[in-house]
């Protein structure tokens, strides 16, 4: 999948399945392989490191969308090299269970695979993330 216009596509789909809250209009967006990270050091913040496979990205995209709600996101930039594109957003997220709302700048690192999301490495202000998340 080298096609710029496919992959933003694509990235838009899952953007948007991702912002209702909708798991399996998002899950059609990754390959049967696909891997996810929220890059982070996993003793400072609980929520970052990778899962691998389908079913195991799908029940840490749940856990994700049961407590961070994504209530807005402007694209900053959209770039593509080969089969990945980097993207900037801006977005503002409700911690559900604290009703907490912050915003926050994401660089998300895609790689795509026979027209699916094999790969999803994620960038975010995990101080943030901690400060929010902490009892």
Do not use: C, W
């Not at 059609?28 to 913040?45: I, M, P, Y």
């Amino acid at each position: 999948m080298a096609d710029r216009e496919a992959m933003q596509r694509l990235v838009t789909q899952a953007y948007a399945a991702r912002g209702k809250g909708e798991i399996d209009s998002l899950m059609e967006t990754f390959g049967s392989d696909s891997r996810f990270e929220l890059v982070g050091d996993k003793k400072a913040l609980h929520l970052t490191g990778v899962v691998e496979g389908h079913a195991n990205v799908r029940q840490a995209l749940v856990q994700y969308i049961a407590a961070f709600e994504f209530m807005d996101r402007k694209i900053t930039s959209f770039l593509v090299d080969g089969d990945r594109a980097a993207v900037h957003s801006t977005i503002t997220v409700r911690f559900i269970p604290k009703n907490i709302t912050f915003t926050a700048d994401v660089l998300d690192l895609f790689r795509f695979e026979n027209g699916k999301i094999a790969e999803l490495v994620e960038f975010t202000d995990t101080a943030l993330l901690k400060q929010v998340t902490s009892p």
